[in-house]
């Protein structure tokens, strides 16, 4: 696995793996991304060139797919329009990046024999009620809600027809929300912790009462090395780190940080069709691979997080206006 090329890796949780490759492993990384708002080069610098290297590009392009699949040895997909509130905006570019984009690459890999990673999201899942004692595990039925979650679920039906079809190599992820460093500003936790940033107060949906499994992104990238490297071909593995919190809070830990009183947050109208509650059981992904998460204090890593945007004011304020003037032009 010498050779390995990350769609969306300019993204967040795609540059985050590019540095776990080329800090832990040996492999060279060709990174393919179209570069869209959601996307950053500076979440790349510093990386050697004789390691990585950006090919800017549509997933959804087969010119452009085809050949490059074919110099790799594995292809691990991240790229997506990746955001709920956008797909409710506007489910045009889901269904042509999430869908059509996977299956150019599913083509490109059956062609050429490639071993195919897919990372997808537990929202395919649909959610679960708040006094649930169950988690989704890999035997959950697909039951999505949005936009943005039905083109990841219909994404990842098409590579198990392309696994049984056509004996494509594939595995398939299924994570639960990730946090860290270079989560764009439209996003929950960034979007709380800029606001606090600055001088403005949380947006909180409805009652705050929904739930999210929450994993910091470096657990997200070891995870799939280990599925890349170990994982059983034609299998799903779920990833998650026992995260679970709601989203009120959260916003109380964020307000906490900086000092400020637990409500000084603003309830702004809701998601439609807001997902209660996402809860992810990992028991195959740690018992039969061995994986184990590293990032288990959220609050520790909520800390850093929020010192990370501190210090990171140059690189997301450009976005937060507009980001902001979306968000208010719907009351949220
Ligand atoms: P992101 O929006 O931060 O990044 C997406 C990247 O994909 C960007 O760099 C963008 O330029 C690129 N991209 C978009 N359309 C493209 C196209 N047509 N061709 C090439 N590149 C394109 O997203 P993210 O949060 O890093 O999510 C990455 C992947 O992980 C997605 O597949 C998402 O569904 C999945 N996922 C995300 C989370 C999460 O909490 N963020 C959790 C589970 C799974
Ligand atoms: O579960 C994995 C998914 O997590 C990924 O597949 C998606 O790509 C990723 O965006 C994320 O989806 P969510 O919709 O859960 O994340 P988001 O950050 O948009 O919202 C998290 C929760 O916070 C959700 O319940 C909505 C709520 N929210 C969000 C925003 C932006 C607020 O209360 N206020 C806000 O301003």
């Known amino acids: 696995m010498q050779r390995i090329l990350v769609t969306g890796g300019a993204g967040f949780i795609g540059s985050n793996f590019v540095h776990h490759l080329v800090e832990k492993t040996e492999a060279t990384v060709t990174v393919l991304d179209k570069l869209t708002y959601a996307a950053s080069r500076e979440s ?5 060139d004789d390691r990585v290297r950006l090919v800017v590009g549509d997933v959804a392009d087969a010119a452009t797919v085809e050949p490059l699949v074919a110099e790799h040895d594995a292809v691990v997909h991240y790229a997506a329009e990746s955001h709920n509130d956008n797909s409710l905006r506007d489910p045009s570019p889901f269904v042509q990046t999430n869908l059509v ?15 195919y990673h897919h990372i997808s999201t537990d929202e395919v899942y649909g959610d679960l009620e708040l006094d649930d004692p169950g988690r989704f595990t890999e035997a959950t039925p697909y039951n999505p809600s949005s936009p943005y979650s039905s083109t990841k679920a219909g994404s990842d039906l098409l590579v198990r027809a392309w696994v049984r079809s056509f004996g494509v190599r594939a595995t398939i992820s299924n994570c639960s929300n990730n946090y860290g460093p270079w989560q764009h500003v439209e996003k929950f936790i960034p979007r709380q912790i800029t606001n606090v940033i600055d001088g403005g107060r949380p947006k909180l949906y409805g009652a705050g009462q929904n739930v999210r499994d929450w994993i910091h992104a470096d657990d997200h990238s070891s995870a799939v090395w280990t599925i890349l490297t170990d994982g059983r071909i034609g299998e799903t593995y779920l990833i998650g780190a026992d995260g679970e919190l709601n989203n009120l809070d959260v916003v109380r830990m964020i307000l906490k940080h900086f000092g400020r009183p637990e409500d000084d947050f603003d309830h702004v109208n809701d998601r439609a069709g807001h997902d209660l509650r996402y809860a992810i059981d990992s028991t195959k992904l740690r018992t039969e691979l061995g994986w184990q998460p590293r990032f288990g204090d959220f609050a520790a890593g909520l800390a850093r997080t929020i010192e990370w945007y501190e210090q990171h004011r140059d690189w997301w304020a450009p976005q937060k206006s507009a980001v902001e003037a979306a968000y208010a032009a719907k009351g949220q």
């Open 44 to 48: 790349l610098a510093g990386l050697p």
């Open 101 to 115: 984009g996977t299956f150019t690459l599913l083509e490109a890999v059956r062609k050429a024999g490639v071993r």
